[in-house]
């Protein structure tokens, strides 16, 4: 079983400051990971993944993430946010094998950026 | 639209009423996921169908919740006699194969439905 852990339900920040929302994850097996942000009133829309290669990589709207395997972490980061990043963000794993498996997610951290 | 889209958007139902929620997935996704998401959570897995093959129920709260795909496309989730702990939004999503993959892996997700039981 696979577990997802973000420890920070909210994260204030002002814009144009970094900001970075952390996620840890526990699996038996090998997995896959993913950022997926949360609108209000809307569905999850992907960010960005890790699927395998460069353990950094880069998302939409100028987010990056970095894999780290020895501390099983994939933390979500932005150089600069922008009021319109004010959203709910999920961490979510789901197991690398030969099948589409379900994704778990965390329990979401919710970035807020004021002026 | 090319997306997952859901209906009812919001649904209002009396405890012991039964509801049905649609998913439309995206054309051609073999896989299709029903997931659900109490207030302040994240999503909760539900069901997984591929095609029309139910692989996966293991987490349906209870056999008053059943889900269907019989055509390989659209699918409906089904609660039967609705208690106030159903209230949640309920989530579809669909993603391209059912093997896991580079780029066929992910997920898209629909708007979901908002189930408020009263």
């Known amino acids: 079983a696979q577990s997802v852990t973000q420890l920070d339900s909210q994260v204030p920040v002002f814009e144009e400051a970094p900001v970075e929302l952390r996620c840890n994850y526990s699996?038996?097996?090998?997995?896959?990971l993913f950022w997926y942000v949360q609108y209000p009133n809307q569905g999850l829309q992907l960010l960005l993944k890790?699927?395998?290669?460069?353990?950094l990589v880069k998302g939409i709207n100028g987010f990056e993430a970095e894999f780290n395997k020895s501390q099983t972490s994939f933390h979500l980061r932005k150089p600069s946010v922008h009021i319109s990043d004010t959203a709910e963000y999920f961490c979510?794993?789901?197991?690398?094998?030969?099948?589409?498996?379900?994704?778990?997610f965390g329990t979401g951290t919710r970035l807020q950026v004021t002026l | 639209g090319a997306g997952v889209s859901q209906s009812p958007r919001y649904k209002v139902a009396k405890r012991g009423q039964d509801v049905a929620l649609r998913c439309d997935p995206i054309?051609?996704?073999?896989?299709l996921f029903w997931y659900q998401q109490a207030l302040g959570q994240g999503p909760e897995f539900l069901t997984y169908?591929?095609?029309?093959?139910?692989?996966?129920k293991s987490g349906l709260p209870s056999d008053r919740f059943f889900a269907e795909r019989p055509e390989g496309s659209v699918s409906t989730l089904k609660i039967q006699r609705t208690q106030q702990e159903d209230s949640a939004v309920y989530l579809c999503?669909?993603?391209?194969?059912?093997?896991?993959?580079?780029?066929?892996?992910?997920?898209?997700f629909g708007p979901g439905t908002r189930l408020t039981v009263l």
């Open positions: 699996s038996s097996v090998s997995v896959y």
């Open positions: 054309s051609g996704h073999v896989s």
């Open positions: 999503a669909s993603s391209i194969s059912g093997t896991s993959g580079v780029v066929r892996d992910t997920q898209y």
């Open positions: 979510a794993v789901t197991r690398n094998t030969g099948t589409a498996s379900k994704l778990t």
């Open positions: 890790y699927l395998s290669g460069s353990t």
């Open positions: 169908f591929q095609n029309e093959a139910q692989l996966d």
